[in-house]
């Protein structure tokens, strides 16, 4: 038995694949990654002799690719992380995202549909393809309204949360079109270990810890409901196991806060775990222009997932964003590895305007 996880050299794949692998027991993997500027071969880099992960550079609009795959492996589930995921570089460039979010996913449905419509009997019905999914394809909530149930309606504004939004359609549809047991989770934003510092938290840390700015996007009011990765996989691990085909999944962290409670509370532990010299790092707290189309408030309503498969997360945010500052503070090689060429231009592209 062996899982096929797409996207697992970026934030949230490769901390599924080392917590999945962590247990002796556990089935293999192959990861099929593309390798973008968001994946990260150092991110597995603990699992290198271990034989039970079987890495894959690849792109997942690559049907003969994706056919081959599952042909040798025979994978008893699909778990699809791989996409362009920061909302930024969608307003610079939405073609990717169209590309590896729209028709990558189709073109892994596909694979995954022929490679299920030729098993039999106990493999057939246990196959699972479990698309991993966003709370953005939702919109923006007011203030006061409701959190996002699983029925709210899709009004995605971005067009990364346009492309993903387009992607749990396809998902749904090859469900009631073709019968493919399909799973969706929704989730809010993640944070923790591995995310990659043009994200909100990983940026101000490593920007703090540089005595760089702190770019905060207009008022710094708006609103994200905030989740450990460690509890994004153990959700998804959840789903899988006992998710019934074809339902949705929202997840989140009942975490509600403004993009500036989170910027102090990071410089705040910051001051405590390495004081600046030069002051409080609150100081390099800036102001900048506003994100178009800034979605204002996400906030989860994780009911569904508790009530019929017993799913929590574990952590807080106070224990959470603590382990993932000390983690941040523990990796200093990581952050510097990631911090290439690539990384500065598209700090100059994004922050240059503002
Ligand atoms: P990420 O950008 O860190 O990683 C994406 C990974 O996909 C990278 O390793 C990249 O190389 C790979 N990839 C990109 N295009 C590919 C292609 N065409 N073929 C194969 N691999 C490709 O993203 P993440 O933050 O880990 O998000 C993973 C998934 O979770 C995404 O689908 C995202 O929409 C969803 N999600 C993310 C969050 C969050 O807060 N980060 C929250 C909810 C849902
Ligand atoms: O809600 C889930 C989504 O969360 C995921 O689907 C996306 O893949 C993930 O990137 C994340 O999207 P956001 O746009 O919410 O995350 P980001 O970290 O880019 O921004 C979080 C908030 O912080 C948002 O309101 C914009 C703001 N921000 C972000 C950056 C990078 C700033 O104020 N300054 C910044 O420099």
């Known amino acids: 038995m062996t899982l096929l996880v797409t996207g697992g050299a970026g934030f949230i794949g490769s901390n599924f ?4 692998l962590a ?5 293999p993997i192959v990861n099929l990654d593309a390798l973008t500027y968001a ?6 880099a603990a699992l290198a002799r271990d034989a039970r992960h079987v890495f894959v550079h690849g792109d997942i609009t690559d049907r003969a690719l994706l056919d081959r795959l599952l042909a040798e492996h025979r994978p008893r589930a699909v778990l699809h992380f791989a996409a362009e995921s920061h909302v930024d570089r969608s307003i610079h460039g939405p073609g990717a995202f169209i590309r590896t979010n729209v028709e990558g996913t189709s073109t892994l449905l596909e694979a995954a549909r022929a490679h299920w419509s030729g098993l039999d009997g106990n493999a057939r019905a246990a196959f699972r393809f479990h698309h991993v999914s966003t709370d953005e394809v939702y919109g923006s909530l007011s203030p006061d309204a409701p959190a996002f149930t699983e029925t ?8 990364y949360s346009a492309s993903k939004a387009a992607s749990d359609h396809l998902v749904r549809a090859w469900h009631h079109t073709y019968g493919l047991p399909v799973l969706t989770t929704n989730c809010s934003n993640n944070y923790g270990p591995y995310h990659f510092p043009e994200k909100l938290i990983p940026l101000m840390i490593v920007n703090a810890l540089a005595g ?3 770019p905060l996007y207009g008022d710094g009011l708006q609103v994200r409901d905030w989740l450990y990765v460690g509890d994004h996989c153990s959700a998804i691990r959840t789903v899988l196991a006992r998710g019934r085909p074809g339902e949705v999944y929202n997840v989140g962290g009942w975490n509600e806060k403004t993009n500036r409670e989170i910027v102090h509370t990071v410089c705040a532990l910051l001051d405590e775990l390495r004081p600046d010299p030069a002051g409080p790092h609150a100081r390099l707290i800036t102001h900048v222009k ?25 952590e807080t945010f106070d224990t ?6 000390q983690w941040y503070l523990d990796h ?3 952050v510097a590895g990631v911090q290439s060429g690539s990384y500065r231009d598209w700090v100059a592209t994004n922050y240059a305007a503002r």
């Open 17 to 20: 694949v080392l917590d999945w």
């Open 23 to 27: 247990d002796p027991a556990a089935e």
């Open 39 to 44: 994946g990260n071969r150092q991110n597995l």
């Open 152 to 159: 709210h309606p899709y009004e995605p504004n971005s067009p």
């Open 212 to 214: 760089k700015p702190l």
């Open 290 to 314: 506003d994100r178009p189309g800034h979605d204002r408030r996400y906030a989860i309503d994780a009911r569904k997932i508790e009530r019929e498969l017993g799913w929590r997360p574990a």
């Open 320 to 325: 959470g964003i603590r382990k993932t500052v």
């Open 332 to 334: 200093a090689d990581w």
